[in-house]
């Protein structure tokens, strides 16, 4: 959960906000597997270029067994940080479960 996530559910909570919604908890809670590659190890067929080896990605794979993707691109080889580039990926993969997560439980509330 990133540092964002936590500030605005503490906000959410201090100000009594508990109507239905989905939280960073439900987040992380639909998270059944995290995958990361960078893209070179994704391109066996392809020209190894050293560009490729600067692009990460983030594969979450949902309880539901949908996935949802997230990708880190680096510009140079000496800030490239394997760690960071899958902190960002996965962020960026988990941005976009919260409008799927969203639809989702306005779905069920409106039946």
């Given at each position: 959960?990133?540092?964002d996530d ?17 939280t ?10 995290e ?14 270029l ?13 309880k ?13 080889q000496?800030n ?6 899958r ?12 409008p ?12």
């Amino acid at each position: 959960m990133s540092k964002d996530d936590q500030s605005i559910e503490a906000e959410t909570q201090s100000k009594g906000l508990n109507a239905p919604r989905v939280t960073p908890k439900d987040i992380e809670a639909n998270i059944a597997g995290e995958y990361f590659f960078t893209a070179d190890q994704a391109t066996k067929d392809c020209p190894q270029l050293e560009p490729l080896r600067l692009l990460t990605f983030c594969v979450l794979v949902l309880k539901n067994g949908f996935t949802v993707t997230g990708e880190s691109a680096c510009v140079s080889q000496e800030n490239f940080d394997a760690d960071l580039g899958r902190k960002i990926s996965r962020q960026n993969a988990v941005s976009k479960m919260w409008p799927l997560m969203g639809y989702a439980l306005k779905e069920r509330l409106s039946a």
